[in-house]
């Protein structure tokens, strides 16, 4: 693939220089810590701080998510590579309005260890952590070992949850709660029909074969469950809303929101055809779609395909998803 | 008793870094064959980086380490920047304050340096990680550390090499390559064989400064 490339080294500097200055009405970078991007609302004094991060290459996730009524300041790491404890750290500080932070973040090993290390620094300065982990992606792991499913696309509506309820003047405790039950009724699943590269690595870090397609694949790649025929769009509308909806198990008549993001180099309008039979499918269990969102939310480098999230909704989650925020994404 | 003074030592570190950034390139495609394909590129990045920062300073092999623990844990992140950051500021911790290191003081540090990856990871044994590589070397120097302090570093370096290459055989437990069940077995772990790689440079290092 060509690219829009300097050095390769400078990407991810690159990549956060120029968000900054496009956005600059919502975010900017942490003088100290140019891996730290804060929003321009942040910290306010009384309210819960909300701090994610990972690696880069998922844009417009995770910088975009920050900013007004939703993430006050991420921690960015290279591509696809975990931030390091220190910008967590520095994210937690600059996020810190004096009632604690609640880190909100993906299952990955990295992230894991590198917030708890970060925990660990703020503690000295008396920061009160709490953190939620997101495990939403059904293929990761059978539904008995959810602790180990990583987190995906459902961390978007994690973050808007967390936010809105931190925004609301909840308690440290209340937003973890929040944050929490907001991946709980999260499920979402990935379908992957091209590969991505790390531009330093110059070769597709997994091969989807011509004609296939990769069913539960992974945002970095990681293995799906199945890798078979691609199929006409409908039916892999289907398979998603099958693979998403059988681990929600939730009775007819739930109301719900769902995010369907490209991951990278899917275009826009074959998301729409996607969302299209997905409604559909989801309104013939019976569900009733609250909110729909469409997009490049969460990508992969230029991977093809796309990700499906469902949340289950009631009235908390409802207002809160509606509570009006700003950021670049969202 | 050999042993090797503690102070002057930066150029143990910088040897280190030396072989990582000789061997980036190997690094990162063993990790490409079931990871992401970039540990020689974030492993070279983070030991260059602290070579260059200790060239031509007089130091102790503990502050030495302690730079490059440093370097790993605020600049380079991802799995490995705070587990080897970890690891060498817990050796360094264990080191500070002596004049001399012998071999009941690289034991300790040894030991530290397990105790600090273990203290942040979850991995054990079998795991198909760089423990595979640190658990039996620390265990093999220890028990041959009777025999002196040269015959120690070479049943850790033997130890560490074997300890790397039953990763060949082991299904990843922990990490992202675990996330490919089966696919992964039949290559060797990228951290598992960086880690050989820093316990023998070290190893062979402090070996021939031994007095």
Redesign the interface.
């Known amino acids: 693939m060509q690219r829009f490339l300097n050095d390769p080294d400078d990407l991810v500097d690159e990549t956060v220089a120029g968000f900054v200055k496009a956005h600059r009405d919502l975010v900017h970078l942490l003088p100290e810590n140019p891996r730290v991007v804060v929003s321009n609302f942040a910290p306010q004094a009384g309210r819960v701080g909300i701090v994610t991060g990972g690696g880069s290459g998922h844009e417009p996730a995770f910088i975009g998510y920050t900013g007004r009524n939703l993430v006050d300041a991420v921690a960015v790491g290279e591509l696809f590579s975990s931030p390091t404890a220190k910008s967590f750290a520095d994210a937690i500080k600059a996020a810190n309005g004096g009632a604690g932070v609640a880190v909100l973040y993906g299952n990955y090993a990295g992230d894991n260890m590198n917030v708890k290390m970060a925990a660990r620094m703020v503690a000295k300065d008396g920061i009160e952590v709490a953190t939620v982990v997101a495990n939403d992606d059904v293929c990761s792991a059978p539904a008995a070992e959810r602790e180990k499913r990583r987190g995906v696309a459902g961390e978007i509506f994690m973050w808007k949850i967390g936010g809105a309820k931190a925004a609301s003047g909840a308690s440290l405790a209340e937003v973890q709660a929040a944050a929490q039950k907001a991946i709980d009724a999260c499920r979402s699943v990935g379908v992957g029909l091209g590969p991505c590269t790390l531009p330093a690595v110059g070769h597709p870090n997994f091969q989807i074969a011509a004609g296939q397609m990769e069913v539960g694949i992974g945002h970095h790649g990681e293995p799906g469950t199945r890798v078979e025929p691609l199929r006409a769009a409908n039916d892999v509308a289907d398979d998603m809303v099958r693979i998403v909806m059988d681990d929600h198990s939730l009775p007819a008549g739930s109301e719900v929101a769902v995010l369907v993001s490209g991951l990278g180099a899917t275009p826009v309008n074959e998301l729409y055809v996607l969302y299209d039979r997905i409604e559909a499918q989801l309104v013939g269990m019976g569900m009733t779609v609250y909110r729909a969102f469409v997009g490049n939310y969460f990508t992969s480098l230029e991977m093809v395909g796309a990700t499906l999230t469902v949340m289950a909704l009631d009235d908390e989650l409802k207002a809160l998803l509606d509570m009006d925020c700003a950021s670049p994404a969202l | 008793m050999a042993y090797l003074a503690n102070s002057g030592q930066a150029q143990i570190i910088e040897e280190l870094a030396e072989v990582i950034v000789a061997n980036k390139a190997w690094l990162?495609e063993i990790d490409?064959k079931i990871?992401?394909?970039?540990h020689g590129?974030?492993m070279a990045?983070g030991f260059g980086r602290a070579a260059e920062r200790i060239h031509g300073k007089d130091m102790s092999l503990d502050a030495a380490m302690l730079v490059l623990s440093d370097v790993l844990?605020?600049?380079?992140?991802?799995?490995m920047?705070?587990?080897y950051?970890?690891m060498f500021e817990d050796m360094a911790a264990a080191l500070s304050g002596r004049s001399d290191i012998d071999a009941e003081a690289f034991s300790a540090m040894l030991r530290a340096g397990l105790a600090g990856v273990q203290g942040?990871?979850n991995a054990k044994v079998g795991d198909k990680t760089l423990i595979d590589t640190l658990v039996p070397a620390v265990a093999a120097f220890d028990a041959a550390k009777a025999q002196g302090f040269a015959a120690a570093l070479t049943a850790m370096a033997e130890a560490a090499e074997k300890g790397r290459d039953t990763t060949v055989d082991l299904v990843a437990r922990?990490?992202?390559s675990s996330?490919?069940g089966e696919?992964s077995r039949g290559v060797l772990d990228a951290g598992a064989t960086s880690c050989c790689m820093i316990l023998t440079t070290l190893g062979e290092s402090v070996r021939k400064r031994l007095i």
């Open positions: 990162s490409g990871g992401d394909g970039d590129i974030n990045k844990m605020s600049e380079i992140g991802g799995s920047g705070p587990l950051g970890l942040v990871g922990i990490g992202r996330r490919l696919r």
